[in-house]
Nanobody
Framework: QVHIVESGGGSVQPGGSLRLSCTVS????????IGWFRQAPGKEREGIAA?????????YDKEYLKGRFTISRDSASNTVYLQMNSLTPEDTAEYYC?????????????????WGQGIRVTVSS
């Protein structure tokens, strides 16, 4: 069983930054990949990035986010971070962390079977 705890959301002004955290616990996670997704109001959920627990390799689903969003991992605390910079109102969304215990590295939403509860990020002046 995988347990996911997300934190770090909130409200920020345009141009600001936030760091989201996703702390994961459970068994058999040595081969997992952990991804961040988001769902803006009225839109479908989309992938942002993922990181492999095996070797910290990363992929970014959206090239236009790669320069502003960075995924990283702290193995000691089993926490994956999403650093978000230069935020705009278009980044307002519910952000989700998800875990796939088996696959190496991907942002294919339907392959993730373990999801956090989601955290709200609001970018507004």
């Amino acid at each position: 069983q995988v347990h996911i705890v997300e934190s770090g959301g909130g409200s920020v002004q345009p141009g600001g930054s936030l760091r989201l955290s996703c702390t994961v616990s459970g068994s058999d996670l040595e081969r997992a990949c952990i991804g961040w997704f988001r769902q803006a109001p009225g839109k479908e959920r989309e992938g942002i990035a993922a990181i492999s627990v095996r070797d910290d390799a990363t992929i970014y689903d959206k090239e236009y986010l790669k320069g502003r969003f960075t995924i990283s991992r702290d193995s000691a605390s089993n926490t994956v971070y999403l650093q978000m910079n230069s935020l705009t109102p278009e980044d307002t969304a519910e952000y989700y962390c998800a875990v796939d215990p088996e696959e190496y590295l991907h942002t294919v939403e339907v392959w993730y079977k373990n999801w956090g509860q989601g955290i709200r990020v609001t970018v507004s002046s």
